[in-house]
């Protein structure tokens, strides 16, 4: 398993285009894992469940840079703020005030994703586009000191037909130069273009992602 998992991490990473980071998601895989993507200079993991995050993040590594890739309620939030580098699923201002709310008790500025719903699927969480217009037109962002939104996240829909998963991807792009350009234009974080997983990564680097989240391709399926 650990000799699949070391091939696995350089496959995908050789497959990656310039410019593009992986996110390794590790989530429901136990620490040794993790450590043998660790040992081949994976640096990027990704964890969805508080408690488990927390968990590896005592035991593991200390330069790992964690991401929260999951739905984040907000009285969870306390016990990541703490040592999360990325929360990537923003979906709405009120978790958003409160990661700054939470930050602001270590002195600690907090990179985010706002989490973009484009798929069909009810079950996704996110921002409608029309929503995340009308969160950062009212401007209340802008007052907190302790959150830096670096992108856009998103997950297409889960079906085998690749146009509409790339038309989902294009979307999202369009939405990021729309929103870039008409508030974040002079702001350099606001680059991330997070989408695409396992099997649709390579179609999300078609669509300019420069973030994807890859789990079951480096780490099998879950444990």
């Given amino acids: 398993m650990e000799y699949d998992i070391r091939r696995n991490i350089h496959d995908v990473s050789d497959s990656l285009r310039p410019g593009v980071e992986l996110v390794a998601v590790s989530k429901y895989h136990p620490d040794e894992h993790i450590k043998a993507a660790y040992m081949e200079g994976q640096r990027v993991f990704g964890e969805s469940h508080e408690r488990e995050l927390t968990e590896k993040y005592r035991?593991?590594?200390?330069?790992?840079?964690?991401?929260?890739?999951?739905?984040?309620?907000?009285?969870?939030?306390?016990?990541?703020?703490?040592?999360?580098?990325?929360?990537?699923?923003?979906?709405?201002?009120?978790?958003?005030?409160?990661?700054?709310?939470?930050?602001?008790?270590?002195?600690?500025?907090?990179?985010?994703?706002?989490?973009?719903?484009?798929?069909?699927?009810?079950?996704?969480?996110?921002?409608?586009?029309?929503?995340?217009?009308?969160?950062?037109?009212?401007?209340?962002?802008?007052?907190?000191?302790?959150?830096?939104?670096?992108?856009?996240?998103?997950?297409?829909?889960?079906?085998?037909?690749?146009?509409?998963?790339?038309?989902e991807f294009e979307q999202a792009a369009a939405l990021f130069d729309e929103i870039k350009q008409q508030y974040f234009a002079d702001n350099e974080a606001f680059r991330e273009r997070s989408w695409g997983m396992s099997d649709d990564y390579h179609i999300a680097m078609d669509c300019r992602s420069t973030m994807v989240r890859v789990g079951s391709k480096i780490f099998g399926p879950r444990i």
């Avoid at 984040?72 to 990537?88: A, E």
């Avoid at 985010?112 to 079950?123: D, G, S």
């Avoid at 907190?144 to 992108?151: E, F, K, P, Q, S």
Wanted: proline content about 3%; hydrophobic content about 40%.
């Fill in 59 to 167: 035991t593991l590594p200390k330069d790992i840079r964690w991401h929260f890739i999951g739905h984040l309620q907000t009285n969870k939030v306390k016990y990541i703020v703490p040592y999360i580098s990325m929360i990537d699923s923003v979906d709405s201002f009120k978790l958003l005030k409160e990661i700054d709310r939470q930050a602001a008790k270590y002195e600690r500025i907090i990179d985010v994703l706002l989490e973009i719903r484009v798929a069909q699927e009810e079950t996704k969480y996110g921002f409608l586009p029309d929503e995340c217009r009308r969160m950062l037109d009212a401007g209340q962002w802008r007052e907190l000191d302790h959150v830096r939104i670096c992108g856009l996240m998103t997950m297409a829909s889960n079906v085998d037909d690749e146009n509409q998963i790339r038309s």
